[in-house]
T-cell receptor, first 110, second 113 residues
Framework: GQQVMQIPQYQHVQEGEDFTTYCNSS?????IQWYKQRPGGHPVFLIQ???SGEVKKQKRLTFQFGEAKKNSSLHITATQTTDVGTYFC??????????WGAGTKLIIKP | ETGVTQTPRHLVMGMTNKKSLKCEQH?????MYWYKQSAKKPLELMFV???????ENNSVPSRFSPECPNSSHLFLHLHTLQPEDSALYLC????????????FGSGTQLSVL
């Protein structure tokens, strides 16, 4: 069946360092969504990418959708303590049903 | 506040108990969902309702029984659960049913003893 692999599972960074998480789908996606879940919280929608090769920015966050619409990435520049949480990608297949990655947990080292 | 309210926030139940989870959305959405979130695993879609009609049941055991009396309310009835059913149960809503962002409730953290 369709799968979305997300790596890494965890990433420890010093505050001020950059963070990147990657998602790869076994099939071509109609679109991909990104969510953030704070510790003890629930997933909150960040953005949706639809077009091949699309790049979108939200302040220090940069989202990319691959040319083949099978991979995506989220890059955070100069992490802050408020960025702590787990970032999930969710790809929409041909029937638009969402297929979720397992998430990447961003941990800021003290 | 996301506009999706779930109760209770925490629930501890024995394997022989019957309990229900409640979800209410105030966003005017047509679709509502139940997801299961276990540690280190992707979110698992359990049920989808669109305009009160169940459109998906992803091979969920019959000990989980959903109910959607109207487009704003969704219930998950639980009975004779197993310890491996312990997880965070998330309700979400959207409009339309596919291809758009989901609005999640705060979830019910369920522990089955």
């Amino acid at each position: 069946g369709q799968q979305v692999m997300q790596i890494p599972q965890y990433q420890h960074v010093q505050e001020g360092e950059d963070f990147t998480t990657y998602c790869n789908s076994s099939t071509t996606l109609s679109n991909i969504q990104w969510y953030k879940q704070r510790p003890g919280g629930h997933p909150v929608f960040l953005i949706q990418l639809v077009k091949s090769g699309e790049v979108k920015k939200q302040k220090r966050l940069t989202f990319q959708f691959g040319e083949a619409k099978k991979n995506s990435s989220l890059h955070i520049t100069a992490t802050q303590t408020t960025d702590v949480g787990t970032y999930f990608c969710a790809g929409a297949g041909s029937n638009y049903q969402l297929i979720w990655g397992a998430g990447t947990k961003l941990i800021i080292k003290p | 506040e996301t506009g999706v309210t779930q109760t209770p926030r925490h629930l501890v139940m024995g394997m022989t108990n019957k309990k229900s989870l409640k979800c209410e959305q105030h966003l005017g959405h047509n679709a509502m969902y139940w997801y299961k979130q276990s540690a280190k695993k992707p979110l698992e879609l359990m049920f989808v309702y669109n305009f009160k009609e169940q459109t998906e049941n992803n091979s969920v055991p019959s000990r989980f029984s959903p109910e959607c009396p109207n487009s704003s309310h969704l219930f998950l009835h639980l009975h004779t659960l197993q310890p491996e059913d312990s997880a965070l149960y998330l309700c979400a809503s959207s409009s339309p049913v596919r291809g758009v962002e989901l609005f999640f409730g705060s979830g019910t953290q369920l522990s089955v003893l």
